[in-house]
C-alpha cells in the first residue's frame, strides 16, 4: 500500500466508507467555521472558504500531471499553460469582456494524443449530490460540465492548434467521458514505458486518481476553514530596500 501511495489513515478511511454508502460521517461540526451556515456533507463539498474547495482542485490536478510526466517526459508536461493571451485592454474601443480575459488550462502534455500536438486539460469536480442536481443521472450531470468546459476552452485551443480534454471528475470518483479517454490513453501510455499490462495499469490509474479525490474528501471535512492569513513583515522586500539591513 505505502509503495503504491495508497495510504489512509483509519479517519479518513471511515470517512470515504461513509461515502460511498450513503451514511452520515461522524462527529462532524455543526456548523461551517468558515461562513457559519449548517455543516453538512454536501455544504463541506462546496465552501469555498479556506481554499479547500482550490486545494481538491489542484491536488487532483497535480496527481494526473505526475503520470504524465512518467507516461511522457517532464519537460513535455507543462502548469497552467496559457492557451490565449488577454490582447485587449478593459474598457478600450471596440474591445470586449473575452478578448481582454486571459484563458489558462491546468496541465499540457506535448505529444499526448500523437506525435507533435499538445492537449491542454482543465479539470473540475463535481458533487452530484448538491440540491441542485437532484432528480439528475450523474452521467448526465458530468456531461454538462464537460460541455461548459469546452464552450470556454475548445475554440480558443483550436485556434491555437492544440487538443483540449476537460477533466471531469464527481467528488467519490466517477469520469465523465473525456476524462475516461483520456485515462485510458495515459495508461497505455504507461504500460509500452513500464512493460506492464494495460489492465493493471488502467486499474493502478483509476486507484491513484481515486485516491486523491479521498485524501481531500477528509480534509474537506475536517479541516478548519477561518485561519488567520500570516502578516506581512513590514520592510521593503519587494523594492529591495530590506536587503540593505543585511549590508
Known amino acids: 500500500i505505502r509503495l503504491n501511495g495508497t495510504v489512509l489513515s483509519p479517519l479518513e478511511f471511515r470517512d470515504n466508507l461513509a461515502l460511498l454508502f450513503g451514511y452520515l460521517p461522524a462527529n462532524l461540526s455543526k456548523l461551517c467555521d468558515g461562513c457559519d451556515e449548517v455543516f453538512t456533507v454536501a455544504h463541506a463539498m462546496a465552501c469555498k472558504k479556506g481554499g479547500l474547495v482550490h486545494q481538491r482542485h489542484d491536488g487532483y490536478a497535480g496527481e494526473f500531471g505526475c503520470f504524465l510526466e512518467a507516461g511522457l517526459t517532464p519537460s513535455a508536461v507543462r502548469n497552467e499553460p496559457i492557451i490565449k493571451n488577454g490582447c485587449a485592454r478593459a474598457g478600450g474601443e471596440g474591445s470586449n ?68 480534454v476537460p477533466l471531469v471528475s464527481s467528488v467519490d470518483g466517477m469520469m465523465a467521458k473525456e476524462h475516461t479517454a483520456a485515462t485510458r490513453r495515459l495508461a497505455a501510455l504507461l504500460s509500452m514505458k513500464w512493460g506492464r499490462h494495460y489492465s493493471e495499469v488502467c486499474g493502478f490509474l483509476r486507484s491513484r486518481l481515486s485516491f486523491a479525490l479521498a485524501w481531500s474528501f477528509s480534509r474537506m471535512l475536517r479541516a478548519e476553514r477561518n485561519h488567520e492569513p500570516r502578516s506581512q513583515p513590514m520592510v521593503g522586500w519587494e523594492s529591495g530596500e530590506g536587503l540593505r539591513l543585511y549590508r
Open 97 to 164: 469582456k473575452d478578448d481582454a480575459a486571459e484563458l489558462r488550462g491546468d496541465i499540457s502534455a506535448f505529444g499526448f494524443w500523437g506525435r507533435g500536438k499538445t492537449a491542454v486539460f482543465d479539470v473540475r469536480i463535481v458533487d452530484t449530490d448538491q440540491r441542485s442536481y437532484r432528480g439528475k443521472e450523474p452521467e448526465t450531470v458530468l456531461a454538462a460540465h464537460e460541455a461548459s468546459k469546452k464552450s470556454k476552452y475548445l475554440g480558443a485551443c483550436h485556434e491555437a492548434r492544440k487538443s483540449f
